[in-house]
């Protein structure tokens, strides 16, 4: 927050626009370096590989043109490669090598994962193969092109930004508007209170307390614990995006939105639609187009979509459960397309209330797959499952007041969305008196400073 | 929900208005609530958790040969007071003590770190080192210390800062003090809660009142407690232990580091308890033969004796300064040098 100070009377100076965009982007880097100085140099690899690349690409044609696309694509990958899935790739080489009877022995070198690693390659990436389909002029300033691939409020966790949209907000100054700095802190007021209060200290208590013992649990414990980390992971993950999106207006910026009320998705589709948007768009756009998306007839619309979302559980983390939990997500999109193909016409599935119960449906099993994304190994999730399953067993290691807190909270959080289902947040926000609006934040503040609860990493920093 | 849609219809809300009220009830509530808090006696207090213990294990970093580690667990970071033998030494002292914890996951951590160089003091406790049961179940902890600390940026420690600095000086930053620990107990009983029995200091000192500790807190009580989780090692096991510890002093000794292995004193039940189940010639004795240490235990020298509290496990919190001077004393007549300043 110091640091945020800081770089807004910086930016609030009347310097050239030029000159504050410079400030910008040095705050960035210093805001990257702050957690380990030495992978900016990962940051600069990305920007000068596809800053380069992209300028190659619009004056050269044919083979070379495509070469200079895999040059990021591979620089990129490589770096993503490298630092994320490295050690994932050696121990399972070592496993293959084990049981074809022949001996790896694995280095031992204990590779960290830069933060932010899987968003900013993905977005410098982006910029190329944007330029590389037509889609985009390559611009002319490496400044703006070296923010757009580092901007602080986004840079380790998203929203994803297309060039597109966030280049051509650095072309000229922008007007300040004491509008844009009121609804700036709203919302980072807003992000606050989902993950400190809710996330952090609601939820995430109990869902540490039953995952840790994930083999004693009961069916009702598993089945609290699992709404529970459905909860946190929303609060956890809106509540960073909401802050990115409220710093970037307090800059003057528009950031896309990451979340439009995911837990009142009908279907799959929607859901993603919904979830994790920037994130989707970008798989969609450059993974499952570029496979072909449903262009290629049913059958193989169903691989593209079952691999796109096998890879997108890979981009989560090196880890076999985050594979399964994209192969779940891939399998309930594909049966969602069976679903529609042969069931599309019944006319009861238009009604209101079938909507309802199918949203409600789409809530529980999205909820289901989180247990693969939560659980520390596939030994707990299989336990908690089986848990589930349990018609009995009381309550072992949640209380009540903890099932009153994720019931409460979840009942909350589904009305909210429902609610908000098809409403705009700036919209709905401005319909309120606005005294209403004082007290409402008022009282989120009043939360977050009487939340004294342990300090949690957002957990999308993870990845 | 598109960021777009922020300016267009309706009217934009009113910020300065909205801001002002939402100002104005956060210095009502808050300000209240704090007035609240301390006039019943919930003043402003540290909690001991991985941020204060990871901002102390930085400090450390920055101390080079002077430095004086305190490692253990509950029984140390209760018996010594920080200032006190620093003041003694002319050295700045350390408390890395982790209650309820076996010490091996930060022994080997300061073994392995170069910058660490001073003095190591580590507490033995025998429920935790002579005992197989609680010592697999409490290195846990250490290590979840630990990995915090390796984990920790600079922001995060900038903001960790920040943290300590509020903590301190505002009492609605006390877990004890916020709405989720005082609203329960006002519904419940009709009456705010009292103070908490254990007072953290800056330092990690840890003052105890025993009055208002719930539960036995008598010897017996810790004993029976006790009890219910002894389960010394075997000899076969209690010499992998051994080598362990042998290769870590060994590793601190070769880079200049002084280790010394204290027994602090117990007393009634649990004194009795920890002889009975941990044996001098079984436990203690095996340590002294074959690590290269020095060992001060309590039984050689009696002027560590007669300062425990009531529970017969812990130092008297009214006392410890007392007891950190004679455990000084003692410390230095082991050659525990003062400092180079």
């Known amino acids: ?463 | 929900m598109t960021s777009s849609t922020l300016n267009s219809d309706p009217a934009e809300p009113r910020w300065a208005y909205v801001w002002a009220v939402a100002i104005l009830l956060v210095a009502v509530v808050v300000g209240g609530w704090e007035l609240l808090v301390r006039g019943a006696g919930l003043g402003p207090g540290y909690v001991d958790n991985k941020v204060l213990w990871a901002d102390t294990r930085h400090q450390l970093n920055e101390a080079g040969r002077d430095a004086i580690v305190l490692l253990g667990a509950s029984r140390m970071q209760r018996a010594i007071d920080v200032d006190t033998m620093s003041d003694r030494f002319g050295r700045p002292v350390f408390q890395l003590s982790i209650e309820g914890s076996s010490y091996l996951p930060l022994f080997e951590n300061l073994a392995v770190d170069p910058r660490i160089t001073g003095t190591v003091v580590v507490s033995i406790a025998p429920a935790f080192t002579f005992n197989r049961l609680l010592s697999q179940i409490d290195e846990g902890r250490q290590s979840l210390y630990l990995e915090y600390y390796g984990n920790q940026s600079h922001a995060r420690r900038l903001e960790q800062q920040l943290t300590l600095f509020l903590q301190g000086r505002l009492a609605f930053r006390a877990p004890g003090a916020a709405p989720a620990a005082v609203v329960p107990e006002l519904i419940g009983s009709g009456e705010m809660p009292g103070r908490d029995y254990k007072t953290i200091f800056r330092n990690r000192v840890v003052h105890m009142d025993h009055d208002l500790i719930p539960g036995d807190q008598t010897d017996r009580g810790l004993a029976s407690h006790y009890l219910r989780n002894v389960q010394p090692y075997t000899e076969a096991e209690f010499e992998r232990v051994v080598n362990y510890i042998a290769t870590i002093a060994a590793m601190l000794r070769q880079k200049g580091v002084d280790v010394y292995f204290v027994r602090l004193p117990s007393a009634g039940a649990v004194r009795s308890l920890e002889n009975e189940f941990f044996p001098w010639e079984q436990f203690w004795g095996v340590l002294l033969q074959n690590v290269d240490a020095t060992f001060v235990h309590f039984a050689d020298y009696p002027e560590l004796d007669g300062l425990v509290s009531q529970d017969g496990s812990h130092m008297d919190s009214s006392r410890i300064v007392e007891f950190t001077e004679r455990l000084s004393d003692v410390l230095a007549r082991n050659r525990l040098q003062p400092g180079s300043e």
């Not at chain 1, 770089?7 to 410079?22: E, I």
């Not at chain 1, 100085?37 to 990305?46: D, K, R, T, Y």
């Not at chain 1, 994320?84 to 694995?106: C, D, H, Q, T, V």
């Not at chain 1, 004491?178 to 609601?202: N, P, S």
């Open chain 1, 1 to 463: 927050m110091l640091f945020f100070a800081g770089v807004l009377a910086m930016h609030a100076l009347p310097l050239q626009w030029h000159a504050r965009k410079t400030n910008l982007l040095l705050a960035s880097y210093v805001f990257y370096a702050a957690w380990n100085p030495p992978f900016l140099a990962l940051l600069w690899i990305s920007t000068l590989t596809d800053w380069f690349a992209a300028r190659r690409i619009v004056i050269s044609s044919g083979r070379k043109r495509t070469l200079y696309l895999v040059l990021s694509i591979l620089v990129n990958l490589g770096l993503l490669g490298y630092f994320k899935y490295g050690g994932f790739l050696e121990e399972n080489f070592a496993k293959l090598m084990a049981w074809m009877g022949s001996g790896y022995e694995i280095s031992g070198s204990d590779i960290i994962l830069p933060l932010g690693i899987s968003f900013y390659t993905f977005q410098s990436m982006s910029y190329s193969i944007d330029v590389y389909r037509g889609k985009i002029k390559p611009g002319d300033s490496i400044l703006d092109f070296a923010l757009y691939v580092s901007f602080f409020p986004q840079l380790v966790a998203g929203p994803i930004l297309r060039a597109g949209y966030f280049m051509q907000q650095l072309v000229e100054a922008h007007r300040r508007r004491a509008d844009d700095f009121g609804w700036g802190i709203a919302l980072i007021v807003v992000g606050l209170f989902e993950k400190i209060v809710l996330a952090d200290g609601l939820l995430a208590p109990v869902v540490e307390k039953i995952y840790a013992v994930s083999g004693d649990a009961t069916g009702i414990d598993a089945w609290v614990g699992t709404f529970a980390f459905g909860g946190q992971i929303f609060f956890d993950f809106n509540g960073y995006s909401v802050i990115a999106v409220g710093l970037a207006k307090c800059l003057g910026f528009q950031v896309p939105w990451n979340f439009l009320s995911p837990y009142a998705a009908i279907g799959f589709s929607d859901f993603w639609r919904r979830w994790h948007v920037t994130l989707s768009a970008w798989l969609r756009d450059y993974l499952y187009i570029s496979l072909g998306g449903n262009r290629l007839g049913r059958a193989r619309t169903y691989v593209n979509l079952a691999l796109t979302m096998l890879l997108g559980g890979l981009w989560h983390g090196a880890s076999w459960l985050f594979v399964l939990w994209g192969a779940a997500h891939g399998a309930l999109l594909v049966i969602e397309r069976l679903a529609r193909h042969f069931l599309g016409g019944v006319a009861f599935f238009q009604r209101p209330l079938a909507k309802v119960l199918l949203g409600l449906l789409t809530f529980v099993l999205v909820t289901l797959t989180w247990v693969l994304f939560r659980a520390p190994d596939l030994d707990s999730a299989t336990q908690l499952y089986a848990a589930m399953l349990m018609p009995v067993g009381g309550i072992n290691a949640a209380d009540l007041r903890d099932v009153a807190v994720v019931f409460g909270v979840l009942a909350a959080l589904l009305g909210t969305h429902w609610f908000m289902r098809n409403r705009e947040f700036g919209s709905a926000l401005k319909r309120l008196p606005w005294p209403l609006i004082g007290l409402i934040l008022g009282a989120m503040l009043i939360a977050i400073l009487l939340s004294p609860g342990e300090e949690r990493d957002f957990i999308y920093f993870e990845f």
